[in-house]
């Protein structure tokens, strides 16, 4: 499985994002029974969760989020998504996502929130 963010930019205090994740050489029957999950990461930090969709599209979040990000998931095109509204500069990090139990990790998205 190959994962790979996208979606990741520079953005001001309030604004908003929208990132993507796509498990390329999976099939879609493969990957519609795991729960999908996004990370962040900061330098000198450990990677920390961020939000998850199970299978039956049921959610969560870290506290942290809650509120402002959204979690979605398109099956059929094998990618999971990142609706983050409302950010803020403790926003800032590497976003990945992986499945759960997880995977390899792939190359994440760079998100920069100015104040």
């Known amino acids: 499985v190959q994962l790979q963010a996208s979606g990741g930019g520079l953005v001001q205090a309030g604004g908003s994002l929208r990132l993507s994740c796509r498990a390329s050489?999976?099939?879609?029957?493969?990957?519609?029974?795991?729960?999908w999950e996004w990370y962040r990461q900061t330098p000198g930090k450990q990677r920390e969760f961020v939000a998850a969709?199970?299978?039956?599209?049921?959610?969560n979040y870290a506290d942290s989020v809650k509120g402002r990000f959204t979690i979605s998931r398109d099956n059929s095109q094998k990618k999971v998504y990142l609706q983050m509204n409302s950010l803020e500069p403790e926003d800032t990090a590497v976003y990945y996502c992986?499945?759960?139990?997880?995977?390899?990790w792939g190359q994440g998205t760079l998100v920069t929130v100015s104040s």
């Open positions: 992986n499945m759960n139990p997880p995977g390899h």
């Open positions: 969709i199970t299978s039956a599209r049921n959610t």
């Open positions: 050489r999976m099939i879609t029957s493969v990957f519609s029974p795991y729960t």
